[in-house]
């Protein structure tokens, strides 16, 4: 192996897969020159690549809490919705049973009684 590519081993020992297609390039006749002035370059985009994929599963992983968060909250909502028509339902219902305890003990209860006797 040439001393090009020793040392170049020893600039990518990182990254194995570099390396191998950095050597299979120099054995097709590219100069060692011109691959170690692109090893920066292909360093710099699997890194834009690494942190797009990281971005990638973020988002994924935010949108999934964000989902379960909104779920969550719209649930809360409907119960409390529903407490709230309980509450209504049952105020509406001893309104109409204090009304018909005041029409069985009021003035025209009483004549009924008096007029129309059982």
């Not at 170049?8 to 297609?21: I, P, S, V």
């Not at 379960?68 to 209504?88: N, P």
């Not at 069985?104 to 209860?109: L, Q, T």
């Amino acid at each position: 192996m040439s001393k090009a590519l020793e040392q170049l081993r020893r600039e990518t020992k990182d990254d194995a897969r570099l390396y191998n297609c950095v050597k299979e390039l120099y054995e097709q006749g590219v100069p060692f020159s011109e691959l170690k002035a692109l090893i920066p370059d292909i360093r710099r985009t699997k890194e834009q690549l690494h942190m797009k994929r990281m971005l990638e599963n973020n988002n994924e992983v935010l949108l999934s809490m964000f989902s379960k968060e909104m779920s969550f909250l719209l649930d809360a909502k409907e119960r409390q919705e529903e407490q709230q028509f309980k509450k209504l339902d049952q105020l509406i219902r001893q309104q109409q049973s204090f009304r018909r305890a005041a029409a069985d003990h009021g003035p025209v209860s009483k004549l009924r009684r008096i007029f129309l006797p059982a």
